[in-house]
């Protein structure tokens, strides 16, 4: 979501990104915030991580959270099921090398 999106929407408009950081480009966030057109933001992610834009976190109009949807239990049993699998098939598919 960039500024010409940003213009096609109500004036007022809230903006909530818990997606994945640059899925809404922070300068134009930042500019729309100002200009009272974006009302306020929702952010969990970031462009820049580990190290945001510190006028967008100081922002009054934003709210900020912690992106720890991947921290769960179910989700980290997921990530390592999956590693494993990555593992077993790399493994599968090597072939024997001949003496």
Known sequence: ISKK???MMKDGV?????AR????NEK???EALNSGKV???GLDVFEDEPTPNQELLAHPNVSISPHIGGSTIDCQERIGNELA?????YFNEL???ES
């Open 5 to 7: 999106e940003i213009d």
């Open 14 to 18: 809230g903006i909530i990104n818990c």
């Open 21 to 24: 950081g640059g899925a809404v």
């Open 28 to 30: 134009d966030l930042l």
């Open 39 to 41: 009302a306020f933001a």
């Open 85 to 89: 699998d990555k593992v077993i098939q």
């Open 95 to 97: 072939t024997p090398v």
